[in-house]
């Protein structure tokens, strides 16, 4: 059995991106292995955040976690700020990290991008990802493409401390699908859709109403041939469209070009909206009976407290190997 580590921001409403890049994964994995699931809230400030609105969205994205199928009582669903080894476990591995290959990482460049002065954490905030990651002698680690080179840096941290310090550490592995690992913004097919986006059409988040899901999708970025094919870098619009409705169906793309052979880009989109807003339906209507129930906030204190038992041996094991404490 390995064990899986995953997790997500509660910067806002799990998007499509999020639900095929890592949660479907998530739901995937948990029959088969020991899975923890975290809401990785510590990350979340990296940039400012109303705190009440970020105490919502943790029971928004646990209760979603849980409406997309992932069950508390098979996986350990949890809150980051509840176990305490993420934050000292992500002290110790800045201590490791150098801040050339800090400031190397696209997503840091991205979210700094025209900004005069960013706070640190944006910085480290691969160190800390790297900690949630090896505070639980994680195997496998199950997410969307953008997080490769965060995966990378966390392969490195764990290898520098195993070498210079003996076995610490368990070197994790990523694991991302075919279809869904990158979804792509619908206004701008060469960004990835993104939760803080600021055009709301520029995503389908899991609790959007059919309404905004056919505008969005009407509204979504093509091209002008006319023809439905993949081809991401001539057609990035129309590919992400093929992508999402495959991962969405399990059909083939070979099979929807086929379908869709001497098709308008129209037809395509209001059969996508059809699909999208079946899809989400169900799980939108768990997500109000979760979000609901007192059995929420019971679940989350119940994983905390497994992950802690966890979490409280390895850290031992880092005090030791680096010499801390008495
Ligand atoms: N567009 C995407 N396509 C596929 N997978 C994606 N993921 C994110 N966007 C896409 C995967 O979702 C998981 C959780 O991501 P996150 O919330 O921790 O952080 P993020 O990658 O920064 O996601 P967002 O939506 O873009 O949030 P903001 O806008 O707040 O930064 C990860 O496994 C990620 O790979």
Redesign the pocket.
């Given at each position: 059995m390995s064990r899986v580590f995953?997790?997500?921001?509660?910067?806002?409403n799990?998007?499509?991106?999020?639900?095929?890049?890592?949660?479907k994964q998530f739901v995937e994995l948990q029959e088969e292995n020991e899975c923890l699931y975290c809401i990785?809230d510590e990350?979340?400030i990296t940039?400012p955040q109303d705190p009440k609105e970020l105490k919502k969205h943790i029971l928004d994205v646990a209760a979603l976690y849980m409406a997309v199928g992932v069950d508390p009582k098979k996986s350990i669903v949890f809150v980051q700020s509840q176990v305490s080894g993420h934050a000292e476990l992500g002290w110790v591995l800045n201590c490791c990290a150098n801040t050339g290959e800090l400031f190397r990482m696209t997503?840091f460049k991205a979210?700094s991008a025209g900004k005069e002065s960013v706070g640190a954490g944006l910085l480290t905030y691969p160190v800390l990802m790297a900690a949630d990651i090896l505070l639980y002698d994680t195997d496998i680690?199950?997410?969307?493409?953008?997080?490769k080179q965060h995966i990378e840096l966390t392969r490195d941290l764990a290898i520098r401390v195993n070498n210079k310090y003996g076995k610490t550490f368990v070197v994790p592995d990523g694991r991302f699908l075919k279809a869904?690992?990158?979804?792509?913004?619908l206004d701008d097919p060469t960004s990835?859709?993104?939760?803080?986006?600021v055009n709301e059409h520029s995503?389908i988040s899991l609790l959007d109403e059919p309404s905004k899901i056919k505008k969005s999708i009407m509204k979504s970025t093509t091209d002008s041939e006319g023809v439905i094919r993949f081809d991401i870098e001539n057609k990035p619009g129309v590919s992400n469209l093929l992508s999402i409705y495959s991962a969405l169906t399990g059909k083939t793309i070979e099979a929807l070009e086929k379908d869709y052979e001497g098709h308008g880009y129209g037809d395509l989109k209001k059969d996508l909206v059809e699909v999208v807003v079946e899809s989400l339906a169900p799980i939108q209507e768990k997500y109000k009976e979760i979000r609901e129930s007192k059995e929420l906030i019971d679940a989350l204190n119940d994983g905390a407290n497994r992950a802690e038992a966890i979490a409280q041996k390895t850290m031992k094991r880092v005090r030791d190997t680096f010499g801390l404490g008495l």
């Open positions: 995953s997790g997500v921001q509660p910067t806002g799990i998007h499509l991106g999020n639900y095929l890049g890592a949660l990785v990350h979340a940039v997503q979210k680690v199950p997410v969307g493409n953008d997080q869904g690992a990158r979804v792509m913004a990835k859709m993104s939760k803080s986006a995503r």
